[in-house]
């Protein structure tokens, strides 16, 4: 088979959930069957050199490009209102051609998948930039409708879409996230120091990584560490940056307690994670949650919502908590903060889960289905 993939997603110098999905995808197809051959189309205009770069990381060798030279952004326009072909740009060098960010262009020659990570768009549309809801609102249908099979990565996302858009049913197949092993795994003293130190962190912290999204639930989770903090000692907390988020840390309880870092290196997140006494995801909505897994991955304790995919993801390896109960939250870091036992077993359970939840067994899940469309 000749089959492409959308690089757009893996073109952003801070790459989101979604190009680390269809990184760790399209690095594993491309070890585990190199007998296919590998395209990565994207639009080319300016700053070429630096895209080429970008993506190269996850070109394995044999894998090629398709780089027309026109605007991604007057294309997504212009298909807006008028059909334009993909195929007049790209051609038809592909037999399977793989969105993994939603939309679908019209024209596209061969076969078709859309990965569909979440419904957010219908379940929590004001969580989202006005732009990518526009879009979404315009073109998610479309694009389901075009594609020959719909990808999404979990089953609850499997009935989320299904609760909205039943008439797909017979061309949704789940295909879940996955975690590098050889990334994400426990680290040696000196490299969690290092990390420690050069992002200015004390020695116990929780942490949290994720987007500055209502729906990832920070607000409540630094409201509910600040009830911890009445009777705790101190501890820190990592978060990412959000005006109203700024203003609920400026209390004498939490403002030398909650630190904000900088953006933190891709070689140091293994040292960031691997350091913290627990780590805490208490989003509300989620098609799949990476994170926490990468978490699991390193051998550390985590904190995760029972609610949305997650306790798909954890399984029995986390503590879970309800993310609208502020007292369920801060009586989750108290468990793990005073119990040495509990980390230590979520920990050593944690690392077997996410064993079984690797890019490789992904890959092989995703081979499956583009080999039923050919």
Known sequence: MRIAFDAAPLLDEHMSGVGHCEAGLALALQRLYPEHAYIFNYFSVRGSAGKRQRLSPYMLPGSETNTPTFSPLVYRMMTQFIPVPYRWFFGNKADITHYF???????????????????????????MRARTKTLLRVGLERSM????????VSEFSRQE??????????????????????????????EIERVRRSAGLPEEYFLFMGNVEPRK????????????????????????????????????????????????PEGDLRGLVCGATAFLFPSVYEGFGIPPLEAMACGVPVMASKTASLPEVTGDCAVQIDPYDLDSMAQGMEQLYTDAA???????RGRERAKTLTWDAAAQDLMQVYQELI
């Open 101 to 127: 960010n939603y939309i679908v262009p019209p024209g596209v020659s061969g076969r078709t998948l859309v990965t569909v990570h979440d419904m957010v768009i219908r379940a929590f549309p004001e969580t």
């Open 161 to 190: 879409i299904l609760k909205y858009y039943p008439r797909y049913e017979d061309k949704i197949r789940i295909v879940r996230c996955g975690v590098d092993l050889d990334k994400f795994q426990p680290a040696s003293p000196e």
């Open 217 to 264: 639930n920070l607000l409540r989770l630094i409201q509910a560490y600040a009830k911890l903090s009445e009777r705790m000692p101190p501890a820190g907390a990592n978060g990412w940056r959000n005006s109203e988020i700024y203003e609920s840390v400026q209390k004498p309880e939490l403002i030398d307690r909650v630190q904000f870092t900088n953006y933190i």
């Open 342 to 348: 509990l980390r230590q077993d979520l920990a050593a």
């Open 145 to 152: 409708k075009r594609a020959d099979r719909i990808i999404t």
